[in-house]
C-alpha cells in the first residue's frame, strides 16, 4: 500500500492534469486485486475451519484407538464405520493415510446430529426424508445420522423410529481398572449360589406389575404410563424405586435434570465397598421411561423396562444384604426413550467426577420370547471394547457356573448402542447390555399398549437377575453377610 501511494504521488506532483486518471485507474485495479486476494484467503481459511461431519471405515478396536490419538474428534462408532467432526486438511490426511473417507455434511452443526433406527424393514420412512428434517445421511446398516431441530428429531419417534442425540465427541477408553476377574479366574463358590438361589420370582413379577399400574385404576392394571413427560406418573415410579432402595438401607439419591421443560429423574443407590478396592465401582441399570405411541397414550413398558428395573430392584435386595471390596451402583434412568437422555447425564457426571467405574451391565427388555419354541437365546451386546468383551465373557461364565436357562450370545461388532450402556461407550466405560433375542425373537408388543405382563415371560427376567447377581458378586468381591438382614421384601400395593 505504502509503495503504491507514494508512486502514484510522485506521477501526480510530476504532470497533474495527465497522471490523475492513470493513477485513478491503477487504483481501482490494485484496491480490487487486494479485496480478491482477501476474499481469497478468507475462503481458503474458513474452508480450512469449516466442520464436516465425515465417516471413516476402520478395521477394528486398535485403528479406531489409533485414529482417536491422532485427533480425530470421533462422535459415534459402530461396527467398522465412524462419524466424526473434521476439517478439510485432517480429511486430506486421512485419505493419504489410505482411509475411506465419506463427507456426510460440509457445513457441520455439532448441535444438530442424532442417530435414528427406523423399525425393521422401513427404511422407506427416510426415502423422502420429511421437510422438518433438515437432512437423512444413511450411515451404518439400518442406522441414519438425520439433522434436525429436537422437536421434528422426537417427532420421529412417533413413527417408531428410534433416536439417539449424538454427542460433541465420544472417548474409547480410560485407564480404569480391569475387571476384577477374568474369566479364567472363575470359581464355583457356594456363597454366590446361595444368592442366585434367593432370587424371587414373585418380587420381579409384583415391580413389573406396580411399575405398569396406574392410580387411578385397581393394583396391577394395564392403563399406567411412564412416558417422560407424562411427569406425575413418571414422578411416581421414581419414588416407588427410591423407597424400595431406602427400605434395602442403601443411600439413595435422585439424580434431576432437565430436559425440554420437564425435570425428570435418575435414581441412583449404592452399596458401599469395604475392601481395598472400594473406589472400583460395578454398575447395574436399566431404564425405567416407558413409551407408546405418544406422551398422551398409555405405555405400560412392562418388557420396555419394567422387567430391567425389576431385576435390577430384585439383584439389589440380595446382594445389600452382604458386603463386598467393591462398591456396586444400582441406576434406573429416565429419558431414555427420548435419546438415552438419562444415562447421557449420569456418565458424563460421573466421567467428570472421575469415577472409576469397571464395568456396567445395562438391562434393557429381558423378558420375552416365543413359547414354543422357547430357546431362551438372549443377547449379550459388548461392542469392541476388550474390557467390555472381557466383562461379557464373566457374564456368559457364570450363567454357565451357575446352570442357568439361558442361551446367550455376545455381539461384537453387530453390538448395538441404541440402550443405556451406550452413554457409558460415549464416555470410555467397559459396558454390556442384556436383552432378549433382538435380532430374531423380539417382543412384537415393543413400544405399544399391549407391552404388559400378561404378554411377557417371566422366567427369562428371573435367569437373567440370577446371572446379574452371581456376576456382580464375583466382580465385586469378597463377600460378607451382613450380621443383620436389613431388608425383608414387601408385598401389597404401593400408594
Ligand atoms: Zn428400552
Known amino acids: 500500500m505504502a509503495a503504491f501511494d507514494l508512486g502514484c504521488m510522485a506521477e501526480y506532483n510530476a504532470d497533474p492534469g495527465h497522471v490523475k486518471g492513470v493513477c485513478g485507474v491503477r487504483f481501482i485495479y490494485v484496491l480490487t486485486t487486494i479485496l480478491l486476494l482477501t476474499a481469497l484467503l478468507v475462503t481458503l481459511v474458513s474452508a480450512q475451519m469449516t466442520w464436516h461431519l465425515i465417516t471413516v471405515w476402520y478395521e477394528g478396536w486398535e485403528q479406531l484407538q489409533e485414529l482417536e490419538s491422532q485427533g480425530l474428534q470421533i462422535i459415534n462408532y459402530q461396527g467398522n464405520i465412524l462419524a466424526a467432526l473434521s476439517e478439510e486438511e485432517q480429511i486430506w490426511r486421512l485419505r493419504q493415510a489410505g482411509f475411506e473417507v465419506r463427507v456426510l455434511d460440509a457445513a457441520a452443526d455439532p448441535d444438530l446430529y ?153 435414581v441412583v443407590a449404592e452399596l458401599p465397598g469395604a475392601g481395598p478396592n472400594r473406589e472400583h465401582i460395578y454398575i447395574l441399570c436399566a431404564h425405567y421411561d416407558s413409551t407408546a405411541r405418544d406422551s398422551s397414550s398409555i405405555a405400560p413398558g412392562a418388557d420396555d423396562n419394567a422387567s430391567g428395573s425389576a431385576a435390577v430392584l430384585e439383584a439389589a435386595r440380595i446382594l445389600s444384604q452382604f458386603s463386598f471390596d467393591r462398591t456396586i451402583r444400582f441406576v434406573h434412568f429416565a429419558g431414555e426413550e427420548q435419546g438415552m437422555l438419562g444415562s447421557q447425564r449420569y456418565a458424563e457426571t460421573a466421567a467428570q467426577r472421575g469415577d472409576l467405574i469397571a464395568g456396567v451391565i445395562n438391562l434393557d427388555m429381558i423378558a420375552y420370547e416365543r413359547v414354543p419354541p422357547n430357546d431362551h437365546i438372549v443377547e449379550i451386546h459388548a461392542g469392541m471394547n476388550p474390557v467390555s468383551i472381557a466383562l461379557a465373557d464373566v457374564f456368559v461364565s457364570n450363567i454357565a457356573e451357575y446352570e442357568l436357562l439361558l442361551l446367550p450370545e455376545i455381539l461384537t461388532s453387530t453390538a448395538t448402542s441404541r440402550s443405556d450402556h451406550g452413554s457409558f461407550w460415549n464416555q470410555g466405560y467397559p459396558a454390556i447390555l442384556g436383552i432378549e433375542d433382538f435380532g430374531g425373537d423380539f417382543n412384537p408388543y415393543y413400544h405399544s399398549t399391549r407391552d404388559t405382563l400378561t404378554h411377557i415371560q417371566t422366567h427369562m427376567m428371573v435367569e437373567y437377575t440370577k446371572a446379574c447377581v452371581a456376576t456382580l458378586a464375583e466382580l465385586a468381591g469378597d463377600p460378607r453377610s451382613s450380621s443383620v438382614l436389613i431388608y425383608l421384601p414387601v408385598l401389597g400395593v404401593l400408594r
Open 114 to 266: 442424532y442417530l435414528a433406527y427406523p423399525p425393521q424393514g422401513r427404511d422407506d420412512l427416510f426415502s423422502a426424508s420429511p421437510s422438518d428434517l433438515e437432512a437423512v445421511y444413511p450411515y451404518a446398516e439400518g442406522v441414519y445420522i438425520v439433522k434436525a431441530r429436537r422437536v421434528a428429531a422426537e417427532a420421529l419417534t412417533s413413527h417408531e423410529v428410534q433416536i439417539v442425540k449424538l454427542p460433541r465427541s465420544v472417548s474409547l477408553g480410560r485407564s480404569e481398572p480391569a475387571p476384577a476377574r477374568w474369566q479364567n479366574d472363575l470359581a464355583y463358590s457356594p456363597d454366590i449360589r446361595a444368592m442366585v438361589d434367593v432370587v424371587s420370582p414373585t418380587l420381579l413379577i409384583d415391580h413389573v406389575c406396580k411399575l405398569q399400574d396406574d392410580d387411578s385404576q385397581s393394583y396391577c392394571n394395564e392403563l399406567g404410563t411412564r412416558h417422560s413427560y407424562a411427569t406425575a406418573a413418571l414422578d411416581e415410579a421414581a419414588r416407588y424405586l427410591h423407597n424400595q432402595y431406602a427400605a434395602m438401607g442403601l443411600n439413595v439419591a435422585y439424580q434431576p435434570f432437565p430436559y425440554a421443560g420437564y425435570v425428570m429423574n435418575n
